[in-house]
């Protein structure tokens, strides 16, 4: 027993030393701080609209879609034609493809997609005219996902009209400055401009091809074979499925100084039989026939599609100076219409009228060549599996680049005979 309490003596009296030593001995040198480390940035949370659906009758309709997350939104209207406007973030439209084609009450018709990067919007066609009533966010709850629902009721024109004049004066918009005409100097600029885009699809076929990505494919080729030639400077208006408005296709172009310019598209009838094959349109202000004239203003109709504000669009300006260069730069546009449609006979089936003209917004710009190059009709079956082969969009590019040397050939033998 005495020896069991000398050990714990013994054990205590070692505990005591070490603590006096820890307490005299000098600190350990402290650990260097961890680097600081930033957190990953997050990445954007994808917002998926899953399904849509109209409710009501002709005096108060809502719309209501479902959405993967809650958003924030701004809604307003427009006028001539009757539109409610929502302006949403980015979101992929993961809805049945004919959603939005059948109205009910007040809406007519609704649809939406991709207006410009990390911006989507909504646009819903009125029968007639109506007030948002209420526009609001529902949050997911329970097994629900969240909800945009849009309230309308019936309006007159009078109080929708003064409706939209508030809106735009809250809105107060710089007013737009004229694109400056730039002559760049090295190879000639060739400005291709597919057509429509984003939340404007064009044409549909009855299988769901659309004639936004069939032009946007067929000017991509086009391009790369222009810069691969090294004899051009490509510009597309468009190099992905956005929206670009009318006039900013002009601008485009005038601010690059085309000295050429095709907008690339493709159209439909609603009977198909027998009308088949690619047209080549110029401006002019009186249409050249009936088909023309339906053609132009179902093209001039690509803005109010895309729930653009016209109210601001400037009439044409009458300058004698501006007259003369349209007359100048309609005969060049002409030449190049002839030299494509030699080329483009051999590659690909014409139309029975191939050369056509009408008042094509697109192509107004008063110094830049323009043409508009309608590959075919998506309601025919056979245009339909030439625009969508790659063998014949390699043909048909071909076609259209040996029109585009021929065009500058004959442009350049002109300023050679005049400079002598």
């Given at each position: 027993m005495r020896r069991f309490w000398t050990l714990v003596l013994l054990a205590l009296l070692a505990t005591a030393s070490a603590g006096r030593a820890a307490e005299t001995a000098p600190p350990a040198p402290a650990a260097p701080p961890a680097p600081a480390v930033s957190p990953p940035p997050a990445s954007p949370v994808e917002i998926r609209a899953t399904d849509a659906r109209l409710a009501g009758d002709a005096r108060r309709t809502r719309l209501i879609i479902d959405l993967s997350s809650s958003i924030q939104f701004q809604a307003f209207a427009l006028a001539d034609?009757?539109?409610?406007?929502?302006?949403?973030?980015?979101?992929?439209?993961?809805?049945?493809?004919?959603?939005?084609?059948?109205?009910?009450?007040?809406?007519?018709?609704?649809?939406?997609?991709?207006?410009?990067?990390?911006?989507s919007r909504l646009v819903l066609d009125l029968a007639g005219p109506a007030a948002i009533d209420k526009a609001f966010i529902i949050p997911a709850a329970d097994d629900q996902p969240a909800r945009l629902v849009v309230d309308l009721v019936k309006s007159d024109r009078a109080v929708f009209l003064q409706e939209v004049a508030a809106q735009q004066k809250a809105a107060a918009p710089p007013a737009p400055s004229e694109a400056p005409l730039v002559k760049p100097a090295g190879p000639p600029v060739v400005v291709l401009d597919p057509g429509h885009g984003g939340i404007d699809t064009g044409a549909v076929t009855p299988t769901g091809e659309q004639e936004k990505t069939i032009v946007l494919d067929f000017a991509r080729m086009l391009a790369k074979k222009l810069e691969a030639s090294g004899r051009y400077k490509a510009v597309l208006t468009r190099d992905d499925d956005t929206f670009v408005t009318l006039a900013g296709r002009i601008d485009i172009a005038r601010?690059?100084?085309?000295?050429?310019?095709?907008?690339?598209?493709?159209?439909?009838l609603p009977d198909p039989f027998g009308v088949r094959g690619a047209t080549i349109y110029t401006l002019s202000d009186k249409a050249s026939d009936a088909e023309a004239a339906?053609?132009?203003?179902?093209?001039?109709?690509?803005?109010?599609?895309?729930?653009?504000?016209?109210?601001?669009?400037?009439?044409?300006?009458?300058?004698?100076?501006?007259?003369?260069?349209?007359?100048?730069?309609?005969?060049?546009?002409?030449?190049?219409?002839?030299?494509?449609?030699?080329?483009?006979?051999?590659?690909?089936?014409?139309?029975?009228?191939?050369?056509?003209?009408?008042?094509?917004?697109?192509?107004?710009?008063?110094?830049?060549?323009?043409?508009?190059?309608?590959?075919?009709?998506?309601?025919?079956?056979?245009?339909?599996?030439?625009?969508?082969?790659?063998?014949?969009?390699?043909?048909?590019?071909?076609?259209?680049?040996?029109?585009?040397?021929?065009?500058?050939?004959?442009?350049?033998?002109?300023?050679?005979?005049?400079?002598?």
């Open positions: 034609p009757y539109r409610v406007v929502v302006d949403l973030p980015q979101i992929t439209f993961a809805m049945p493809g004919d959603i939005g084609r059948k109205g009910r009450g007040l809406v007519s018709a609704y649809r939406f997609g991709l207006i410009a990067p990390g911006k601010q690059k100084g085309a000295a050429l310019f095709v907008s690339i598209h493709a159209d439909t339906r053609y132009a203003e179902k093209e001039n109709r690509a803005d109010a599609i895309a729930g653009v504000d016209l109210s601001g669009e400037p009439d044409d300006v009458a300058d004698i100076l501006i007259d003369l260069t349209r007359r100048e730069t309609k005969s060049f546009s002409n030449q190049f219409a002839k030299i494509l449609i030699d080329e483009f006979q051999a590659a690909a089936a014409l139309n029975k009228n191939p050369h056509r003209s009408a008042g094509f917004r697109v192509l107004k710009a008063p110094d830049v060549p323009s043409v508009l190059l309608e590959l075919g009709y998506l309601s025919n079956k056979q245009d339909v599996k030439l625009l969508t082969s790659d063998d014949w969009r390699a043909h048909a590019t071909d076609a259209v680049m040996a029109a585009i040397d021929s065009f500058f050939a004959a442009r350049q033998r002109d300023i050679r005979a005049t400079s002598n």
